[in-house]
Structure formats: C-alpha cells, structure tokens
C-alpha cells in the first residue's frame, strides 16, 4: 500500500495563498499520475487538480484554475498544491491521491485513484 501524508493546511485570509505537500511512500511514486481533491462543508468531493507522472501534463478544475498550480518532484516522492488568491469558497478538507490506473481521460474521476491521504483542512476567513 502506499500511503500519503500532507502538511501545509491551516486558517488562511481571503486573498492569501498557500502550499499543500503530499509525501508518498515507496519506489514507485513516478508511476503514478497524482491528484488532488477537496470537499466543503455539505458540498460533494470535487476534483482540484492532477499531474501526469513526468510532470508534462496538468489539469485544473475550473473552479481554480489560473490561481492554482500543481507540480511534482519525483525525487522525493512528493506532489505540490500552490493556490493563490484564496476565496472562503476554497474551505474544504483537501486529498491527495495517487493513481497507478488513471489516464489522461479520467484524470478528474475520485474513483480512478487507487491511495488516499487523510485530508487536510484549508479554512480561508473572509
């Protein structure tokens, strides 16, 4: 199993910015297309963001794109979120998620990752 650990959550000010890291175990980490999601209060888990394996390819949500930047460094098994001009509507828990299977085709679906981190908590305060 590979498991996923992230940092950099916390209480943000409206137009902020903020960096969440994941840091995955084993070998294996540039196999694995890399995503993140999130869920708010009473809202859906929604696709963020995601990366292909080498790092030439991402993929936004519209909801973030252009204030979002997602990159990896395959070096030290770790996937990156950079989000900038933060809005209260960014609150929600945040996942990363690591995908053996996904394609470039299912790339925004939940259930095409396999591992999971627990989630973090992004609050940005109005």
């Known amino acids: 199993q590979v498991q996923l650990v992230e940092s950099g959550g916390g209480l943000v000010q409206a137009g902020g910015s903020l960096r969440l890291s994941c840091a995955a175990s084993?070998?294996?980490?540039?196999?694995?297309?890399m995503g993140w999601f999130r869920q708010a209060p009473g809202k859906e888990r929604e696709f963020v963001a995601a990366?292909?394996?080498?790092?030439?390819?991402?993929y936004y949500a519209d909801s973030v794109k252009g204030r979002s930047t997602i990159n990896r460094d395959n070096a030290n098994n770790t996937v990156y979120l950079h989000m900038n001009s933060l809005k209260p509507d960014d609150t929600a828990v945040y996942y990363c998620?690591?995908?053996?299977?996904?394609?470039?085709?299912?790339?925004?679906?939940?259930?095409?990752?396999?591992?999971w981190s627990q989630g973090t908590q992004v609050t940005v305060s109005s």
């Open positions: 998620a690591a995908g053996p299977r996904v394609t470039r085709v299912v790339v925004t679906t939940q259930t095409s990752y396999d591992y």
């Open positions: 084993g070998r294996t980490f540039s196999t694995y297309y």
């Open positions: 990366i292909s394996r080498s790092g030439g390819s991402t």
